[in-house]
């Protein structure tokens, strides 16, 4: 049984990722590890400090510090000191950053939206419930 769940759970992440992809074509002009961590910033809906990013990414530090000094020069990003410790940086995301995210999600919704009209009434109920019961077991597992 575990065979079979483990060939049918890589499909997945590569049917996933894939179509995925293919959604996300064209929507950023940023490089692949810019738009990532705009992404994850935007995930998250607060500031963040470096070592947060780095960690949910799984992005070195030293690598990451040259991506986020390019996205704030591009006023994607701004730094402030935290607060709570003064030798962290918080990273968050400008208007600029925003809109980009906002508009990417949107443009990515629309391509979804379009795909699925491809579906017929029964095969749309089957996705959505294929896709609430894959989160809900995902997330089960984790705990």
């Not at 990451?64 to 591009?74: P, S």
């Not at 006023?75 to 809109?99: E, F, H, I, Q």
């Not at 491809?118 to 089957?126: H, I, P, R, S, W």
């Amino acid at each position: 049984m575990s065979e079979i769940i483990g060939k049918e759970y890589i499909e997945l992440i590569s049917n996933l990722f894939r179509s995925f992809s293919e959604l996300n074509k064209e929507a950023v002009e940023l490089s692949h590890l810019q738009s990532h961590v705009l992404e994850f910033i935007f995930m998250k809906q607060r500031a963040l400090i470096i070592k947060e990013i780095s960690c949910g990414l799984d992005i070195a530090k030293q690598q990451l510090t040259k991506v986020i000094a390019d996205l704030e020069a591009g006023g994607y990003l701004m730094k402030v000191p935290d607060p709570k410790d003064k030798r962290a940086v918080l990273v968050s995301l400008t208007a600029a950053g925003k809109d980009i995210e906002e508009r990417k999600w949107a443009g990515m919704y629309q391509k979804l939206s379009s795909n699925l009209t491809k579906l017929n009434a029964e095969e749309l109920a089957d996705f959505t419930y294929a896709l609430h019961k894959a989160n809900v077991l995902l997330k089960k597992m984790e705990s």
